[in-house]
Nanobody
Framework: QVQLVESGGGLVQAGGSLRLSCAAS??????MGWFRQAPGKEREFIGA????????NLADSVKGRFTIARDNAKNTMYLEMNSLKPEDTAVYYC???????????????WGQGTQVTVSS
């Protein structure tokens, strides 16, 4: 069974840091990505990374503060979040697909999401 399981969310004060993990099981994927959705807002694409290290640019809203990494041996993707702001509060989702990052293809697999809350 193919699964994506996020972990690492929680409550943090503004300026703090969190590292989210997305562990894939059942198979490997060419591309894995991070999204987030805040209450009342549309889902936002944060960024994506391929098995070979190729990656997209990060969303402007997180550039310079967030980093995406991937450990192929563990079949896990990470989102390192620093200098967190209250506006980063959202449910964070990981997703995966076989298409490379530079193609606009659907994301076939999704995790259940993990809540990140940043207090001011």
């Amino acid at each position: 069974q193919v699964q994506l399981v996020e972990s690492g969310g929680g409550l943090v004060q503004a300026g703090g840091s969190l590292r989210l993990s997305c562990a894939a099981s059942g198979r490997t994927f060419t591309t894995m990505g991070w999204f987030r959705q805040a209450p009342g807002k549309e889902r936002e694409f944060i960024g994506a990374i391929m098995r070979n290290g190729g990656r997209t640019n990060l969303a402007d809203s997180v550039k310079g503060r967030f980093t995406i990494a991937r450990d192929n041996a563990k079949n896990t993707m990470y989102l390192e979040m620093n200098s967190l702001k209250p506006e980063d509060t959202a449910v964070y989702y990981c997703a995966a697909r076989d298409a490379p990052v530079y193609l606009d293809y659907p994301w076939n697999y999704w995790g259940q999401g993990t809540q990140v809350t940043v207090s001011s």
